[in-house]
């Protein structure tokens, strides 16, 4: 039986954990629960898996739902803010941490479990893309494992068990093209609304955006080189339509061998958490003589220059991969928001980047300053100069 905390419960990836853990009850024991500000959603969890710990956002929400769990007869412990998050990350009892929490908050809980010797379950990029080798140091100090859950980082991760690093010759990274990998027309014409309509994914408007830019793909090739240890140069895109092959691996024999199966992110989540076992689930099996086709095409980097940004800032290297990850998540809240143009995100981004001095003696552990330091120029950028 293995005890898992979920860090962010009730966002889109939260709720899918959820819905594998309710499925695997003789395997997977909910020991930890941390929302935001979703406490709706939190206390049907905490209903249903009764867990020894839950953390909110914000101290007043804690104390409401603290009196809720009191007159349910639940026996729940509630804590709030980034110490509540460290708190269930850390937990004597738990094993994995499953974590999806965007941003420094994120990352700060990721730390803190590893030193404290769990596993860590990652659904998060971002904080791979900030302060990726640091990250991955740790977690080989500590003697701990970092698991992917993002479905191409699982496919490659099934793709590797049992494999050498050094016959990788190359890692192919799937993307399904988002909605306008094969538009035309003006891209600083392309309204909220249509970028957040995805075709083959339902995710947050964050990573929607993400993919409609295909910056998604460009965290994605930073994550996997960090994940994987292999160079950027060695990460190669390939836009795959019908996300079925969710990513491959080439060897150098020239054997390539792909993880295929339905786009359901229950799946990725289940191996992460049961892994090295194959468990049953829920998922349905693929056909692929219904699917008839796969194809495979090389994404245009001139159309999605947020691949371009997310090459350099990788060979760049240091807090590069941070400040391009900061000042693109200021840049899309601001899309989100109708304050900029679509085109603008990547315009954002690269001068943020350009803006940006790193020395030589820079470590890539100033992961939180060079972030910080992102957010307010890329904030000052869209005042003066992109705001609509
Ligand atoms: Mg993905």
Same mark, same amino acid.
């Given at each position: 039986?293995?005890?898992?905390?979920?860090?962010?419960?009730?966002?889109?990836?939260?709720?899918? !954990?959820?819905?594998?853990?309710?499925?695997?009850? /003789?395997?997977?024991?909910?020991?930890?629960?941390?929302?935001?500000?979703?406490?709706?959603?939190?206390?049907?969890?905490?209903?249903?898996?009764?867990?020894?710990? #839950?953390?909110?956002?914000?101290?007043?929400?804690?104390?409401?739902? &603290? %009196?809720?769990?009191?007159?349910?007869?639940?026996?729940?412990?509630?804590?709030?803010?980034?110490?509540?998050?460290?708190?269930?990350?850390?937990?004597?009892?738990?094993?994995?941490?499953?974590?999806?929490?965007?941003?420094?908050?994120?990352?700060?809980?990721?730390?803190?479990?590893?030193?404290?010797?769990?596993?860590?379950?990652?659904?998060?990029?971002?904080?791979?893309?900030?302060?990726?080798?640091?990250?991955?140091?740790?977690?080989? /100090?500590?003697?701990?494992?970092? +698991?992917?859950?993002?479905?191409?980082?699982?496919?490659?991760?099934?793709?590797?068990?049992?494999?050498?690093?050094?016959?990788?010759?190359?890692?192919? +990274? $799937?993307?399904?093209?988002?909605?306008?990998?094969?538009?035309?027309?003006?891209?600083? &014409?392309?309204?909220?609304?249509?970028?957040?309509?995805?075709?083959?994914?339902?995710?947050?408007?964050?990573?929607?955006?993400?993919?409609?830019?295909?910056?998604?793909?460009?965290?994605?090739?930073?994550?996997?080189?960090?994940?994987?240890?292999?160079?950027?140069?060695?990460? /190669?895109? +390939?836009?795959?339509?019908?996300?079925?092959?969710?990513?491959?691996?080439?060897?150098?024999?020239?054997?390539?061998?792909?993880?295929?199966?339905?786009?359901?992110?229950?799946?990725?989540?289940?191996?992460?958490?049961?892994?090295?076992?194959?468990?049953?689930?829920?998922?349905? =099996?693929?056909?692929?003589?219904?699917?008839?086709?796969?194809? =495979?095409?090389?994404?245009?980097?001139?159309? =999605?220059?947020?691949? %371009?940004?997310?090459?350099? !800032?990788?060979?760049?290297?240091?807090?590069?991969?941070?400040?391009?990850? #900061?000042?693109?998540?200021?840049?899309? &809240?601001?899309?989100?928001?109708?304050?900029?143009?679509? $085109?603008?995100? !990547?315009?954002?981004?690269?001068?943020?980047?350009?803006?940006?001095?790193?020395?030589?003696?820079?470590?890539?552990?100033?992961?939180?300053?060079?972030?910080?330091?992102?957010?307010?120029?890329?904030?000052?950028?869209?005042?003066?100069?992109?705001?609509?």
């Amino acid at each position: 039986m293995k005890k898992i905390a979920i860090l962010g419960s009730s966002g889109s990836i939260g709720k899918q !954990a959820i819905d594998v853990a309710s499925k695997m009850k /003789e395997d997977i024991c909910v020991e930890a629960l941390a929302a935001g500000s979703n406490v709706k959603v939190l206390k049907a969890q905490i209903k249903k898996f009764k867990p020894s710990a #839950a953390s909110v956002a914000n101290d007043s929400d804690a104390k409401e739902l &603290k %009196k809720w769990c009191v007159s349910n007869k639940i026996k729940t412990n509630v804590y709030s803010g980034q110490s509540g998050l460290e708190k269930l990350a850390t937990m004597p009892k738990v094993d994995m941490v499953l974590a999806t929490l965007v941003g420094s908050v994120g990352l700060k809980s990721i730390i803190a479990a590893i030193k404290a010797k769990k596993d860590v379950a990652l659904a998060n990029k971002e904080s791979l893309v900030m302060a990726g080798d640091y990250i991955m140091k740790l977690a080989e /100090e500590n003697g701990v494992s970092v +698991l992917p859950v993002d479905s191409e980082h699982s496919a490659i991760f099934q793709c590797c068990v049992g494999e050498r690093k050094d016959r990788i010759r190359k890692i192919i +990274l $799937t993307a399904s093209g988002g909605p306008f990998y094969k538009y035309d027309g003006d891209f600083s &014409k392309i309204t909220v609304e249509r970028a957040l309509a995805h075709p083959s994914w339902k995710m947050g408007k964050k990573i929607t955006i993400d993919s409609a830019t295909l910056m998604n793909k460009g965290l994605e090739a930073i994550e996997a080189s960090v994940l994987f240890g292999v160079p950027i140069d060695k990460v /190669e895109i +390939l836009i795959h339509p019908q996300s079925i092959a969710h990513s491959m691996v080439e060897y150098v024999d020239g054997s390539v061998i792909a993880q295929l199966s339905k786009p359901d992110m229950r799946l990725p989540i289940q191996y992460a958490l049961t892994r090295p076992e194959r468990l049953k689930s829920n998922i349905k =099996f693929l056909n692929l003589a219904e699917i008839g086709k796969l194809e =495979f095409y090389k994404p245009d980097f001139n159309k =999605f220059p947020c691949l %371009k940004l997310a090459y350099w !800032a990788a060979k760049k290297g240091r807090a590069f991969p941070a400040v391009m990850n #900061a000042s693109n998540e200021i840049a899309v &809240k601001s899309f989100l928001d109708k304050k900029i143009n679509f $085109t603008d995100i !990547a315009k954002i981004v690269e001068k943020t980047m350009k803006a940006r001095k790193i020395s030589k003696n820079t470590l890539s552990e100033d992961f939180f300053e060079s972030d910080s330091w992102a957010r307010t120029y890329a904030r000052n950028l869209i005042e003066k100069e992109f705001k609509l």
